[in-house]
């Protein structure tokens, strides 16, 4: 066994699973195709995201490190929670600071220890304006109808990426496999988007399922669970404030005030294993 090529680092958040590369110490030029074989869970390593810790960029100053993402699809994406917190705890770790900040498409982001061992991470205002999100066409965001069920009274967000929200009764019950793909490919949505259902326990948490864009059903999104806590604010549903949202792999806490209010996601990391890409993943 050679521990040659370039090492990686598995990890996830809530199960939502990252192969995380450092470009820093391995430059690495990745096409499309190579990182849908690295994400390949069969052919590859296997994972939603992959994630590339690159030198920080001048356009984020005093930010430690530039956050590169690609769903599994191998195409390029504006933002992950769950992977800003994890590569936010590996830098934190690296410079044995409680905070960090990380430049990504999406725009800065910046991360703070929590209790527990979790990681906060301040992921920037939730932008309602249909252009922003974008929507191909004028439409109000708090109610849009993608004229298939359960999406037919959503609301639209966008956390640096797209996300469309649907309230449901029951969650569990939705057919998120048949229905995800065409959410995700709709036509008002330009740059395709991610899907969530979501509905009220008794307990005053939300429970949200979600379809990602470029990477089908995954156990936790960071960014879809903080789309659905502004989402149900917005609606009225939920209290300005601290919510709980609760995944497949587990909850989140949310925080958010409503309006230019910044949004809040608290949530764990974990580390699975290291390894090294060589061989087909790398031609
Ligand atoms: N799992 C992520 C979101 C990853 C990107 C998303 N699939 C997209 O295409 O926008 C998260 O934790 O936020």
């Given at each position: ?6 090492p ?6 809530l199960?939502?699973d990252?192969?995380v590369?450092d470009t ?7 096409t ?7 994400a390949?869970?069969?052919a590859g390593v296997g994972?939603?995201?992959l994630?590339?810790?690159e030198?920080?960029r001048?356009a984020?100053p005093g ?16 933002a992950c ?5 994890c590569v ?8 044995g ?7 990504t498409l ?21 932008r309602t ?7 191909a066409e004028a ?15 959503a ?15 029951n969650a569990?019950?939705v057919?998120?496999?048949g229905i995800g793909?065409?959410?995700?490919h709709h036509?008002?949505?330009?740059n ?5 259902v979501v509905?009220?326990r008794?307990?005053?948490?939300l ?10 059903i ?25 919510v709980?949202?609760?995944?497949d ?7 958010w ?17 290291t390894g ?6 790398l031609?």
């Amino acid at each position: 066994m050679t521990d040659a090529g370039v090492p990686f680092r598995k990890m996830h958040g809530l199960g939502n699973d990252f192969v995380v590369v450092d470009t820093r110490t391995h430059p690495l030029a990745l096409t499309d195709a190579q990182a849908a074989r690295i994400a390949d869970r069969r052919a590859g390593v296997g994972c939603d995201q992959l994630v590339t810790i690159e030198p920080p960029r001048p356009a984020y100053p005093g930010s430690a490190a530039f956050m590169g993402i690609r769903n599994a699809d191998g195409g390029v994406v504006e933002a992950c929670g769950n992977a800003t917190r994890c590569v936010a705890h590996l830098l934190m770790d690296e410079a044995g600071a409680e905070t960090v900040t990380l430049g990504t498409l999406a725009g800065p982001v910046v991360a703070t220890r929590a209790a527990d061992g979790l990681v906060r991470v301040d992921m920037g205002p939730a932008r309602t304006d249909w252009a922003a999100i974008p929507l191909a066409e004028a439409r109000d965001t708090l109610h849009v109808n993608l004229g298939v069920a359960p999406f037919s009274d959503a609301v639209a967000v966008s956390m640096g990426n797209p996300h469309v929200v649907a309230f449901v009764e029951n969650a569990e019950r939705v057919d998120l496999r048949g229905i995800g793909p065409v959410i995700e490919h709709h036509a008002l949505f330009p740059n395709r988007v991610n899907a969530e259902v979501v509905s009220r326990r008794p307990d005053g948490t939300l429970r949200m399922r979600v379809w990602e864009r470029g990477a089908g059903i995954t156990r936790a999104c960071g960014t879809g669970a903080c789309a659905v806590a502004v989402a149900a604010i917005r609606r009225g549903l939920m209290l300005p404030g601290a919510v709980t949202v609760v995944l497949d792999g587990g909850p989140l806490v949310i925080d958010w005030a409503g309006g230019d209010a910044p949004v809040l996601m608290t949530g764990p990391v974990a580390t699975a294993f290291t390894g090294h890409l060589n061989g087909s993943l790398l031609s």
